[in-house]
Antibody, heavy 119, light 107 residues
C-alpha cells in the first residue's frame, strides 16, 4: 500500500519560505515522478511541479521563479520550497505520485497539509 | 497555456438521478483527461483516466467519454456517497491543469 504523508509548518510569515516534506512509504522513489499540488480555500486544484527520481524537475510557470522541489532517496522523501510567500499562497498542499498511463495522472495522494501565510 | 473549463459549476440532484458534467480543454488533448472526486477535508480521488478507463474499485455507475477538447463524466443513479466536488484534469502536457470543479449537492 502506497502512503504519502506531508509534514511542515502550518503558519508561515509573509516574505518567508514555505517548506514541506512528503514521506513516502510502501513504494520507492525510483522509477516515478513525484508532484506537489495545492488548493487555496474554496478554490480549485493547482499543480505546482514535479520531480523525477533522477532529479529532473518541472514547475508551473507562474510559480517557477519561487519554487524548488528536491528529493532525498535515502529517506524516501521529497520536499517543496516556495519562497517570498504572500497571502495568496495560503492553501492546502498535497504531495502525490504521478502515474504515466499514458498521460500524467495523480493516483496516490497525501492527506494534505494546510498552510496559512500570515504575520 | 492549456486551461480547462467545466460546466455546470453546481448541480443540485437527488439520489437516483443521472448527472452529467462536461469538461472542455483549450487545446486538443487527445484522450488524456482524468476525473477526480473530492469530498470536504479529503484529498482528491482518481475516478477515471484516459478519458474513459475506470480506476480499480470505482463503481460502474461512473463513466467517462470524449476526446480532443470535449469530455464528459456521467454518474448514473446517484448514490448518497457521490455528493462531492468533481474535477477534470488534462494529462497531456505541462502544466497539468485542473478544471474549476463541479459541486454535486443534494436537492
Amino acid at each position: 500500500q502506497v502512503l504519502l504523508q506531508e509534514s511542515g509548518p502550518r503558519l508561515v510569515k509573509p516574505s518567508e519560505t514555505l517548506s514541506l516534506t512528503c514521506t513516502v512509504s510502501g513504494a520507492s522513489l525510483f522509477d516515478y515522478y513525484w508532484a506537489w499540488i495545492r488548493q487555496p480555500p474554496g478554490k480549485a486544484l493547482e499543480w505546482i511541479g514535479y520531480i523525477h527520481y533522477t532529479g529532473a524537475t518541472n514547475y508551473n510557470a507562474p510559480l517557477q521563479s519561487r519554487v524548488s522541489i528536491s528529493l532525498d532517496a535515502s529517506q524516501n522523501q521529497f520536499s517543496l520550497n516556495l519562497n517570498s510567500v504572500t497571502a495568496a499562497d495560503t492553501a492546502v498542499y498535497y504531495c502525490a505520485r504521478v502515474e504515466i498511463l499514458p498521460g500524467y495522472y495523480f493516483h496516490y495522494w497525501g492527506q494534505g497539509s494546510p498552510v496559512t501565510v500570515s504575520s | 497555456d492549456m486551461h480547462m473549463t467545466q460546466s455546470p459549476s453546481y448541480v443540485s440532484a437527488s439520489v437516483g438521478d443521472r448527472v452529467t458534467i462536461t469538461c472542455r480543454a483549450s487545446h486538443n488533448i487527445r484522450s488524456w483527461v482524468a476525473w477526480y472526486q473530492q469530498k470536504p477535508g479529503a484529498a482528491p480521488k482518481l475516478l477515471i483516466y484516459t478519458s474513459s478507463i475506470l480506476q480499480s474499485g470505482v463503481p460502474s455507475r461512473f463513466s467517462g467519454s470524449g476526446s480532443g477538447t470535449d469530455f464528459t463524466l456521467t454518474i448514473t443513479s446517484l448514490q448518497p456517497e457521490d455528493f462531492a466536488t468533481y474535477y477534470c484534469q488534462q494529462a497531456d502536457t505541462f502544466p497539468f491543469a485542473f478544471g474549476p470543479g463541479t459541486k454535486v449537492d443534494l436537492k
